[in-house]
């Protein structure tokens, strides 16, 4: 099983905290948590309106509840497969998702260790890595209304990844 996610935080650093996390799996399965625990003094404006502006405002969770959601999310899926965690470029996501669980040794047993990343199969399949997410899954006409949405971002990853998936 592949798991397609995304998360938005409050920026770029070490000090980053997590604001939400989307994931779909590779049969539209879906996860949305956006998160009431994050350092508030690390939003700007720009976060404010392009991803606070962008919740859906479902109900939020701390990250101990995002945590026990999550396990209980998992659970669905056979725990002798190993889930792939697949994401656009993934250096802080993965990172905040091992944090989610307490660190890299506590993520569930099926999750492998490895995660991977469409950036990196862009530059393999010859697919500028720079290219508009949106217009490569789904063409000329893209929707781009909830972008920086996790869920959204999640479900364009999958689309990427599907349309990668059939180039040689």
Known sequence: MKLFFDTEFTGLHQKTTLLSIGIVDE???????????????????????????????????????????????????????????WSDCLAYDWVLFCEIFGGAFEVPKNIYYIPFDICTMMKLKGVDPDINREEYAFGDTPEVAQKHNALWDAQVIRACYENLRLLP
Not at 46 to 63: A, D, P, Y
């Open 27 to 85: 049969n539209g399965r879906e996860l949305y948590r956006e998160l009431d625990d994050y350092d508030e003094s690390q939003l700007n404006d720009w976060l404010k309106e392009n991803v606070i502006g962008n919740f859906l405002n479902e109900g939020s969770v701390n990250m101990g509840m995002l945590c026990d959601d999550l396990r209980e999310w998992l659970r669905a899926y056979d725990y002798g497969e190993q889930i792939e965690i």
